[in-house]
């Protein structure tokens, strides 16, 4: 089983940067495909970024691209989402989740998640 815990969110002002990570123990990362995922409040869940496990190709939702930069650092057993020039609409709670095989977009295909970290983009 895949624990994982995100950690890093927080209040930051428009235009600010943070840098969530996710943390995992009882299995190597480095095998799954991990995805950020996004949930604001009365909101569906929605994808946000993804890392592949076999190249670390990386993918991007397109209200996040070219502002947050996914990546993954084996040696800690971690995937990083750097998040740039953040925006209101980037409030929400944010969840690193993991699968065996492929990204997808779809929350449904990931079998284990974190618990969320909180991040409020506000002035």
């Known amino acids: 089983q895949v624990q994982l815990v995100e950690s890093g969110g927080g209040l930051v002002q428009p235009g600010g940067s943070l840098r969530l990570s996710c943390a995992a123990?009882?299995?190597?990362?480095?095998?799954?495909?991990?995805g950020w995922f996004r949930q604001a409040p009365g909101k569906e869940r929605e994808g946000?970024?993804?890392i592949s496990s076999s190249d670390d190709s990386t993918y991007y939702a397109d209200s996040v691209?070219?502002?947050?930069?996914?990546?993954?650092?084996?040696?800690?057993?971690?995937?990083y989402l750097q998040m740039n020039?953040?925006?209101p609409e980037d409030t929400a709670v944010y969840y690193c989740a993991a699968d065996r095989y492929l990204c997808s977009w779809h929350p449904t295909d990931f079998g284990s998640w974190g618990p969320g970290t909180q991040v409020?983009?506000?002035s």
Request: with cysteine; charged share 20%.
């Open 65 to 79: 691209k070219g502002r947050f930069t996914i990546s993954r650092d084996n040696a800690k057993n971690t995937v």
């Open 85 to 87: 020039s953040l925006k």
């Open 25 to 34: 123990s009882g299995v190597t990362l480095d095998y799954y495909a991990i």
């Open 120 to 122: 409020l983009v506000s």
């Open 48 to 50: 946000v970024s993804c």
